[in-house]
């Protein structure tokens, strides 16, 4: 993924994080001030990192995993067209063109 200009801290930073609270026995607040972020932020690091390893420190998708609203799959086949064919002919039958 591309670090976007806003991102206060990225992979090998967030690993920095770790490695100061972890091996440097740091406390979380201080290195929160330290790099600019909030303790909250260091203590999601940290459980990301005893998680998942490394691979908990990169960049995820701020996609839903789940959508509970969505359309039932049920719906939405009656909804699309069968063919391109069907949707010509619904197009031509409502959408005359102007002579």
């Known amino acids: ?3 976007h200009k806003n991102a ?3 992979p090998w ?3 920095q994080i770790v490695q100061r609270v972890l091996t ?3 406390a979380p607040p201080a ?3 330290a790099v ?3 303790d909250r932020t260091v203590r999601k690091w940290l459980a990301r990192y005893a998680a998942e390893a490394g691979a908990g420190l990169a960049d995820r998708s701020c996609r839903p995993r789940r959508s509970p609203r969505a359309t039932p799959p049920l ?3 009656w909804a699309e067209p069968e063919s391109s064919e069907e949707t010509n ?3 031509c039958i409502t959408d005359p063109l102007p002579r």
Do not use: D, H, Y
């Open 31 to 33: 290195v929160a001030a």
């Open 24 to 26: 440097q026995q740091e």
């Open 36 to 38: 600019g972020v909030s």
């Open 8 to 10: 206060r801290t990225t």
């Open 89 to 91: 002919e619904v197009i």
């Open 1 to 3: 993924m591309n670090i």
């Open 75 to 77: 719906l939405v086949s």
């Open 13 to 15: 930073r967030r690993g």
